[in-house]
């Protein structure tokens, strides 16, 4: 399985983004879709999560309200549109898929994920 990352980019406070990730060489509705983003010198951190089917989501804190995660397995695409972006929200953006979870599984740890992109950067200036 491939998953491919774009829509990053340089954006100003306040400003949106809407992040992709295509996913190519298996069965997309099979495996829960998570974002994960990684900042200068920090480690990488849980964003947004959805699970198989899109009924189930789950985010961090620090972006509820501001970020919406979605797929569309008929296109084999999972979206995080990223509104009221902040300084802070500046990180590589990475998407992953997990084979092994339930139908209704939002995952939120790196380590269980089977399938990871190469990631977007996404810029915010102050």
């Known amino acids: 399985v491939r998953l491919v990352e774009s829509g990053g980019g340089l954006v100003q406070t306040g400003g949106s983004l809407r992040l992709s990730c295509a996913a190519s060489?298996?069965?997309?509705?099979?495996?829960?879709m998570t974002w994960f983003r990684q900042a200068p010198g920090k480690e990488r951190e849980f964003v947004a999560a959805?699970?198989?089917?899109?009924?189930?989501?789950s985010y961090t804190d620090s972006v509820k309200g501001r970020f919406t995660i979605s797929r569309d397995n008929a296109k084999n695409t999972v979206y995080l549109q990223m509104n009221s972006l902040k300084p802070e929200d500046t990180a590589v953006y990475y998407c992953?898929?997990?084979?092994?979870?339930?139908?209704?599984?939002?995952?939120?740890?790196?380590?269980?994920?089977?399938?990871w992109g190469k990631g977007t950067l996404v810029t915010v200036s102050s």
């Open positions: 060489g298996g069965t997309f509705s099979t495996y829960a």
């Open positions: 992953a898929g997990d084979l092994r979870g339930s139908l209704y599984s939002t995952p939120r740890t790196s380590g269980v994920m089977d399938y």
């Open positions: 959805i699970s198989r089917r899109g009924s189930d989501t």
